[in-house]
């Protein structure tokens, strides 16, 4: 079974720095989609970065982009030029093949942005 | 560009009452799925529907129940409220990989608040 895991519980970066996310994964498969979510204090879930396993670039978005590391099975977040709007939860996730294609979640990581 | 709606946004029940939480996908997405998040929690998938059917069962309780309508839209119904149920619930939406964009798009979540 797939299982993501996030073992930063919260993070401090000082404003207009960069900051890693980590996220590794245990899967089997050879074909699995990676995924990156934002979730501040108003509870909204909001999809950030998608990075295929067959993709050859690291999938970017604006400030957001993803190192990912297929043979250490590592997919982290890289956010560069943080702004006070950063500070929420973010969760990596994986899609489970097994059924429904649907989303597992890591534990997440609190990020707070000092000014 | 249309995003997944859920309705309500916030509900407060009483012990054992009923609660109906409304969720409408994004146009074209085949799949449905519902996540319960608890304070301080990762999101934990519920259940999940892929062309009207249902597709995939997690840590549902038997007091809840779900269906998707022809209109793609789903409803996930709960009875018995208990104090427990108390959580942020998800809607999300997708298309099955394979057959396109496998980003999966969610809700603003439904605050449910049991007293």
């Known amino acids: 079974a797939q299982k993501i895991t996030q073992t930063q519980p919260g993070m401090f970066v000082q404003e207009k720095e960069a900051v890693t996310l980590d996220c590794t994964y245990d899967?089997?498969?050879?074909?699995?989609?990676l995924f990156w979510y934002k979730q501040p204090s108003s509870g909204e879930m909001i999809f950030l970065i998608y990075?295929?396993?067959?993709?050859?670039q690291n999938a970017t978005e604006g400030r957001y982009s993803l190192n990912f590391q297929k043979a250490r099975k590592s997919a982290n977040l890289v956010i560069s030029a943080s702004q006070l709007g950063d500070s929420a939860m973010y969760f990596c996730?994986?899609?489970?093949?097994?059924?429904?294609?649907?989303?597992?979640f890591g534990s997440g990581t609190r990020l707070l942005v000092r000014p | 560009a249309a995003g997944v709606i859920q309705s309500p946004r916030h509900l407060i029940k009483e012990k054992r009452e009923t609660a109906t939480l409304k969720c409408y996908p994004i146009?074209?997405?085949?799949?449905v799925y519902w996540y319960q998040q608890g304070p301080g929690q990762d999101p934990q998938f519920l259940i999940s529907?892929?062309?009207?059917?249902?597709?995939d069962k997690g840590s549902i309780p038997d007091r809840f129940s779900a269906q998707q309508f022809s209109d793609y839209h789903s409803e996930l119904n709960m009875s018995s409220l208990e104090l427990g149920d108390s959580a942020l619930y998800f809607c999300?939406?997708?298309?099955?990989?394979?057959?396109?964009?496998?980003?999966?798009?969610f809700g603003q979540g439904t605050r449910l608040t049991v007293v």
């Open positions: 990075q295929g396993s067959y993709d050859e």
């Open positions: 996730a994986m899609r489970d093949r097994d059924s429904s294609y649907k989303l597992i």
């Open positions: 146009p074209r997405h085949d799949t």
């Open positions: 899967t089997s498969d050879q074909s699995y989609g």
């Open positions: 999300a939406s997708s298309r099955i990989p394979g057959t396109g964009n496998t980003e999966a798009f």
């Open positions: 529907f892929y062309e009207k059917m249902q597709s």
